[in-house]
């Protein structure tokens, strides 16, 4: 039991110093200028801000998926709405599955780009992504 409070004390410590340490490299301190602040090496305070900004990566990846499934699941709904307008041969209805389907392939990135590549005579590669929108 006390070894369970020892660790969530020593957890909640280290949360601290990496909220503290990131907000000082926002504010422009160097690792070293933190280091000498906080207490701890220099080696410390790079590792805790790299932790921090790994957890702020992870939570807007988290974030992102989440916008990403409201996103998909309106499009769902919308689709289902269209669809029986479309199959009664309405042209304005069949359009806007099309663009829906379009903007789904968007989000999912299944459309592969289309790449021009041209070898130069000097060794240089010219590569240009070749774009369908307007």
Known sequence: MATARKRTG???????????VLALRIGGGSYR?????????VKTAYNDVQ???????????????????????RLDRLTQA??????????SAVGMLVRL????????GLDAPTKLQHDLADGFTFTMKLSDEK
């Open 10 to 20: 020593t957890l909640e410590r280290i949360v601290e110093r990496r909220t503290r």
């Open 33 to 41: 200028a933190i280091a000498k602040e906080i207490g701890v090496s």
């Open 51 to 73: 932790a921090s900004m790994d957890e702020l990566k992870a939570l807007k990846a988290k974030r992102a998926e989440q916008v990403l499934e409201i996103e998909l699941s």
């Open 82 to 91: 269209m669809w029986p307008k479309a199959i009664q041969g309405n042209t």
């Open 101 to 108: 389907a379009e903007r789904r392939h968007k989000l999912l």
